[in-house]
């Protein structure tokens, strides 16, 4: 079975350019997750997937990330225009059903540099 | 949702057990408690997850007592390759439940 995969790996852009990370969770699995880790501290929760439903979204930091996931298929979060402190690896997750007791399944991220 | 505190750093040898213990004070009555481990370079990975008492899969350990305000991720015999940051994390089925990660634990085995 194949895991969750993310696309780019690395991704470096200069302040003010667009970038866009793309996410194919396991299928099957309708909960998606975003987070992110900046440099020297924890994880942080982004927003949440439902098929293609938004059912939280407060973690996103401001209005210049958006996320989609048309069909309720592949997720892409897009960032623009980038600022610095955007950098920092993203990472997505997905699981078969909600709650603590679901296995949260991750991609290896995408390690994202703004220059 | 129940906050969590993990030591942030330790340090262990291979072929030494390894225990991990993790706060939630505030830990709720429909709580589960779940570990993640996270490898350099990669997403973290479900290790182990319990309610109550112990729980034992061929990775590791999970020790709760009885009041369930602590757990303890137990690695037996751990190699070079477990060096890894892992996480303890509390909550609820249902609502809305959003696994939260904290800093988590810095574990690195020396040879």
């Known amino acids: 079975e194949a895991g969750v995969t993310q696309f780019p790996s690395h991704s470096v852009i200069e302040k003010g350019q667009t970038v866009t990370l793309r996410c194919d969770p396991i299928?099957?699995?309708?909960?998606l997750y975003w987070y992110r880790r900046v440099m020297g501290k924890e994880i942080k929760f982004l927003l949440h997937?439902?098929?293609?439903?938004?059912?939280?979204e407060s973690g996103m930091p401001n209005n210049r990330f958006l996320a989609e996931r048309t069909g309720g298929t592949y997720s892409t979060l897009k960032v623009q225009p980038a600022e610095l402190e955007d950098s920092g690896v993203y990472f997505c997750?997905?699981?078969?059903?909600?709650?603590?007791?679901?296995?949260?399944?991750f991609g290896s991220g995408t390690q994202l540099s703004v220059l | 949702l129940a906050k969590t505190t993990q030591p942030i750093s330790m340090d262990s040898y291979e072929g030494q057990e390894v225990n991990i213990t993790c706060s939630h004070n505030?830990?709720?009555?429909?709580?589960?408690i779940t570990w993640y481990q996270q490898f350099p370079s990669q997403g973290p990975r479900f290790i182990i997850q319990?309610?109550?008492t112990k729980v034992t899969n061929e990775v590791a350990s999970l020790f709760i007592p009885a009041d369930r305000k602590s757990s303890t991720l137990s690695l037996p015999r751990v190699s070079l390759s477990d060096t890894a940051v892992y996480y303890c994390?509390?909550?609820?089925?249902?609502?809305?439940?959003?696994?939260?990660f904290g800093r988590g634990t810095s574990l690195i085995v020396h040879p």
């Open positions: 997750a997905s699981s078969q059903g909600r709650g603590p007791n679901e296995k949260l399944f």
């Open positions: 299928s099957g699995h309708d909960n």
């Open positions: 997937f439902v098929k293609e439903s938004k059912q939280d």
């Open positions: 505030n830990i709720a009555t429909n709580d589960y």
């Open positions: 319990g309610y109550k």
């Open positions: 994390l509390v909550g609820a089925p249902g609502g809305s439940y959003i696994p939260t």
